[in-house]
């Protein structure tokens, strides 16, 4: 990169998306520009599209590399950026690849929605904006192949709000994932696309099941929803895309880390490291999201809460830990205003 190529530009922040440097696999060639900030609108391209990532090997002056914790990207390169780091499952995809058709307006819809409600409950910028870049990713994959796109399909066609349940413990998962210092974006997405599919078994359950509210449900509707995680995987395993971890994330996203959850009653140290993290995203977000059965939901506070006090935080602690620095405006519960 010559000097001119340094100097530094004026944008409006709002047009970039910040990104960690660990999205950028060393050695690959950039999928779009990239770039540091000096000060509140102006920054420098340290990268152009489709040169050599090089990043450790740069100096700036008045910048210490090792300090760098984030780099921008523009907000408009975010699928070319997602579309190009995309490794589960060895899938390798072109977001062109996509036709109109393929597109699952639901899953869009579902996003927009639940990242909307992120904000609202407090998870930091950073956190939500690395969650967006890999929810847009998955979307790809699942329009992109066959057998994902039309289970995904059969899912929106379940009562209630499966999709936008889904939706949210995979981002979730991910936010969760990112602050426990996990990189990988192979992983990342594994936990996001199975956070996606964890509940894929309820399209066999009985709709009068799924409908219910939980503690409404006699002995055997119990039993019969208890069932779904193995429905989910008798329903994934045969299918190509679908890598074993994630078959491992739909079984056990209902464990926890004390043995008391089904349908094995597992404890932390057998349980799939990625199904820890899914299961207490699946949890949060039933105290958190709103849902047909859940119009007032718990403030992001309260859910911390109940999951510490009233469940006496059954799940894994580094990944409960992850969940409560990714929510760093949250107020003490003990210090909320009770109107
Ligand atoms: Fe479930
Ligand atoms: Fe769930």
Redesign the pocket.
């Known amino acids: 990169m010559s000097d001119q190529d340094r100097s530094p530009v004026k944008i409006d922040p709002y047009d970039l998306v910040p990104v960690s440097p660990d999205e950028f696999i060393p050695g690959s060639k950039l999928p779009v520009n990239v770039f540091l900030r000096l000060s509140e609108g102006h920054y420098i391209c340290i990268g152009r599209q489709g040169t050599k990532t090089n990043f450790n090997e740069m100096h700036f002056s008045g910048k210490q590399d090792a300090h760098v914790q984030t780099y921008y990207i523009r907000r408009s390169d975010f699928a070319a950026c997602v579309g190009s780091n995309l490794t589960i499952a060895g899938i390798v995809l072109n977001a062109n690849q996509v036709t109109e058709s393929k597109k699952l307006n639901i899953l869009n819809m579902a996003a927009d929605s639940v990242f909307k409600e992120f904000a609202e409950l407090g998870f930091n910028i950073q956190s939500i904006e690395h969650a967006k870049m890999v929810s847009q990713g998955i979307r790809t994959i699942v329009e992109s192949k066959p057998d994902l796109h039309s289970v995904v399909s059969l899912m929106s066609a379940v009562p209630g709000d499966?999709v936008r349940?889904?939706m949210a413990?995979s981002a979730i998962a991910v936010i969760i994932a990112k602050n426990m210092g996990w990189v990988i974006p192979g992983t990342i997405e594994k936990i996001a696309l199975g956070g996606l599919l964890?509940?894929v078994g309820?399209k066999e359950l009985p709709p009068d099941v799924i409908r219910k509210p939980r503690h409404e449900l006699s002995y055997e509707e119990r039993a019969t929803f208890e069932t779904h995680p193995f429905r989910g995987i008798e329903i994934l395993k045969t299918m190509p895309s679908v890598p074993d971890d994630i078959l491992s994330i739909v079984y056990e996203?209902?464990e926890n880390a004390i043995g008391h959850g089904y349908p094995r009653k597992i404890r932390d140290y057998k349980m799939n490291p990625l199904a820890r993290i899914v299961a207490l995203a699946?949890c949060f977000?039933?105290l958190t999201i709103k849902n047909h059965d859940l119009p007032n939901p718990r403030s992001a506070g309260e859910g911390l809460n109940y999951i510490e006090t009233t469940l006496a935080q059954p799940f894994n602690k580094q990944a409960f830990h992850a969940l409560r620095i990714s929510l760093d405006k949250v107020a003490k519960p003990s210090l909320k205003v009770v109107s």
Do not use: A, G, I, P
């Open positions: 499966l349940h889904s413990v964890h509940d309820y996203h209902h699946d977000v039933e």
